[in-house]
């Protein structure tokens, strides 16, 4: 074995500051580059390019420092791995072939010789590579995987590319990609780009570097042919994306309808061919009518069949204006705000804040006819009326607009578009649970003294990774600790400030679904088919399988698409599964749209009004925008340690009963093995177990604990047998996350006075 020695050597990294009035300074800082030790052998890893697309044998080598800066670098990135080359004794990045029995030394964050070997890893069969699995969820790392392609003859090769997080690729001594993201999912097909194989042995090198949470690649490379088969494949599986519109936009006068077309017809016509669309018109009472005799709003429903036997369901807004009216008369007088924190001169935008207005009204009017926002937007208008109070957001143009496709959906699938049998929760006469409030540590059951070491280990991680946050901790309903850390637009973070939940929302719908249950509306080991016609051959998918990540279907597209297509569960419908319902879970958005989609259909109600009516505003939680059933936009520490006490008190809160502990008992982890037989382990409807804290594997509070990660960071637990709610919100995961995460709940965990008390029964009928 022959040992190469990297030379340590050192350059500089600029970063450009630039201040609110724009001047601009150089700040430069100096960075060692890390000592590198490499040991070549032969072993060869090698794919043949086919049209199979998968290259499924690799070498990978890290995982390699990542630290993540303050200030942007000169590559315009903010981790220092995705710039630092730890190949530079194999010629560097570009150069670098790598064996089985690969060394490579380097030099770690706080300074210490380290050193990482080389393994053999597989692709799945969908060809990814989780470094999570390989090295035990490690974040704020990089690093590297390698293989041969070869290939018969000179040849294209066609790369499809995705990445958790930001990734570069170098082939035959060449980069031939790269791609900067603060984060992101690893998707196929995300990048898109052709190289041209030697005939031979052709080296490929992946680089990813990771922020946090998931980190991994999927890569496929096809010949001319298999390349071919997959892009008409895939625009077969994309079609649901393609946009329909009214001849001449979205806003018409009284009379006949016009024409609806497709946005892209020459490309619809490409993938499919000729076809006819059959249109049917409703008014906003949903009678069906032949043309516009009054101004408001009204609903296309658009219903096809391509010659291969697709078939197609849409429906969009339109909005006829009153006779006489123009385009132009409904320009407004628009004052737009400053945008803080964009390095404009607020004098400067002040000054100029009438020219600002005046342009945005014009560009906004031009856009009102070609957007189908601006149809909803002057449907929602023609159908306000007075509350005498602000509305909410639940109460918007967009919302008002999806319950009116929902009523309407119903009517067209036979169902009584007036029977709204959700009932709103039930009033408690004599009884009450209790609700979140501040207390003393005594009411809490807390030892008093021991809460300075929860801010203590609070401060320590807002000093260490420098991103603001929201902690809240409830035991028995009481909130003995309750602080903001740093600041968030330029104001300290307070009880009202906002982060994203992200996907710890997934346990207030499971709440939700919980509610429904409880009424006996839906079954969730029922199929969503007996509600969505699209998907009325396949049994399998029930409600279950769509709320633990069990569909077999691609998670191309997420709840999000309704915004644009309110049929999203025929868009789904005709994309082609990966596999059999139940045979295999991956964490996706797929399901919990169309077993959101079916609640809709079973209730009458869209999912955002069923949860702002039924959740969100009768527990108080009025600073919470949900976006999707399995994201949230925006909450507060506060307004989520409310769910939090509602699962906690088995369905209730206050005054009031959202549902019976039997009910809740559904939707809580349970074994997926009576259910889905080829399924390991527990899960549950948008709750699961937390009682570790992932990358350390480390079990923090009791074995009774449940919530729901996020991408944000956000942390939301619920420990049933000790009465605790423990919710932790912020934008970002932030350096050494799961260090401070477990060193924040140990904190938590040490105030609790009888923490080890015998655990109480798991919640059941």
Request: glycine share 8%; net charge negative; aromatic share 10%.
């Amino acid at each position: 074995m022959k040992w190469l020695h990297a030379p340590v050597a050192g350059f500089a990294l600029a970063t450009v500051l630039l201040s609110a009035t724009s001047h601009a300074q150089l700040h430069v800082e100096q960075h060692a580059q890390p000592a590198v030790t490499v040991a070549v052998a032969t072993d060869k890893p090698v794919n043949a390019l086919s049209s199979d697309g998968v290259l499924r044998h690799w070498l990978i080598v890290g995982p390699f420092p990542n630290e993540e800066v303050a200030d942007r670098l000169p590559d315009g990135s903010f981790r220092e791995g995705y710039g630092m080359d730890y190949l530079t004794a194999l010629g560097g990045e570009a150069q670098a072939v790598m064996a089985a029995d690969t060394v490579v030394q380097f030099v770690d964050e706080v300074g210490q010789n380290q050193q990482a070997d080389t393994r053999r890893a597989d692709a799945s069969d969908e060809g990814r590579v989780n470094f999570d699995a390989i090295y035990g969820a490690a974040d704020y790392k990089v690093a590297y995987a390698f293989c041969y392609i070869e290939s018969d003859r000179e040849q294209p090769a066609y790369f499809h590319f995705g990445s958790d997080d930001s990734a570069k690729i170098w082939l035959n001594g060449e980069q031939v990609h790269s791609l900067w993201t603060m984060q992101r999912g690893a998707d196929a097909w995300d990048d898109n780009f052709a190289v041209t194989l030697h005939q031979g042995l052709n080296p490929l090198l992946v680089k990813v570097e990771d922020r946090g949470y998931g980190w991994e690649f999927v890569l496929e490379v096809y010949d001319e042919a298999g390349n071919q088969q997959k892009l008409i494949a895939k625009w077969r599986a994309d079609f649901g994306s393609e946009k329909l519109q009214p001849e001449g936009g979205f806003l018409f006068h009284p009379g006949p309808f016009p024409p609806v077309e497709w946005v892209q017809a020459v490309r619809v016509e490409r993938i499919c061919g000729k076809f006819p669309l059959s249109v049917r018109w409703f008014d906003g009472q949903l009678n069906e009518v032949t043309q516009a005799d009054q101004p408001g709003p009204y609903i296309a429903y658009i219903d096809a069949m391509t010659p291969d036997g697709m078939h197609i369901r849409r429906s969009l807004t339109a909005y006829c204006l009153p006779a006489g009216w123009r385009q132009r008369d409904l320009q407004p007088d628009i004052t737009v705000g400053y945008p803080e924190g964009d390095g404009i001169d607020p004098g400067l935008w002040n000054e100029n804040a009438n020219a600002i207005g005046v342009f945005v009204s014009q560009w906004l009017t031009s856009q009102m006819a070609e957007d189908p926002q601006g149809a909803i937007l002057l449907a929602g208008v023609h159908e306000m009326r007075r509350r005498w109070r602000q509305a909410s957001f639940f109460e918007s143009p967009e919302m008002m607009d999806l319950d009116r496709h929902v009523r309407l959906k119903r009517k067209l699938l036979g169902i009584d578009a007036t029977a709204l049998p959700v009932r709103l929760p039930r009033r408690l006469e004599d009884e009450s649970a209790p609700i979140l409030r501040d207390g003393t540590a005594e009411q809490a059951g807390v030892n008093g003294d021991a809460i300075a070491a929860i801010h203590d280990a609070c401060q320590a991680w807002y000093d260490d990774a420098k991103v603001p946050f929201d902690a809240l901790v409830a035991r028995r309903g009481v909130v003995y600790f309750h602080e903001g850390f740093g600041q968030k637009n330029g104001k300290p973070v307070d009880s009202e400030t906002t982060f994203p939940p992200a996907s710890s929302i997934k346990s207030v719908t499971g709440l939700l679904f919980a509610h429904v249950l409880d009424q006996g509306l839906i079954d969730l080991d029922e199929p969503v088919g007996r509600y969505l016609p699209d998907f009325a051959d396949r049994p399998a998918i029930t409600f279950r399988a769509g709320l633990i990540h069990a569909t077999g279907l691609s998670d191309q597209y997420g709840f999000g698409a309704t915004r644009a297509n309110r049929w999203v569960e025929n868009q789904i419908a005709n994309t082609p599964p990966e596999v059999a319902p139940g045979v295999r879970q991956r964490y996706a958005s797929v399901g919990y749209a169309l077993a959101a989609t079916a609640m809709e259909v079973a209730t009458g109600k869209s999912y955002w009004r069923l949860m702002w009516d039924h959740i969100l505003s009768p527990l108080g939680m009025t600073h919470t925008r949900i976006t999707s059933p399995d994201a949230g936009e925006q909450s507060t520490a506060e307004d989520m340690a409310k769910a939090g006490m509602l699962l906690l008190n088995r369905g209730r809160y206050g005054d009031r009963e959202f549902f019976r502990p039997q009910s809740v008992a559904k939707v809580m982890p349970q074994p997926l093995k009576p259910f889905f037989p080829k399924l390991e382990g527990e899960y549950g409807c948008g709750i699961v177990w937390a009682r570790e804290v992932v990358a350390t594997g480390e079990k923090v509070l009791s074995e009774n604990t449940v919530g729901h990660a996020a991408a944000s960071g956000t942390i939301f637990r619920v420990d049933l047998d000790n009465e605790l709610v423990v919710v932790l919100l912020r934008d970002k995961p932030g350096r050494e996350y799961f260090t401070h995460c477990l060193a924040f709940l140990k904190a938590v965990e040490a105030s609790l006075i009888d923490f080890h008390q015998p655990p109480k029964p798991a919640p059941g009928p």
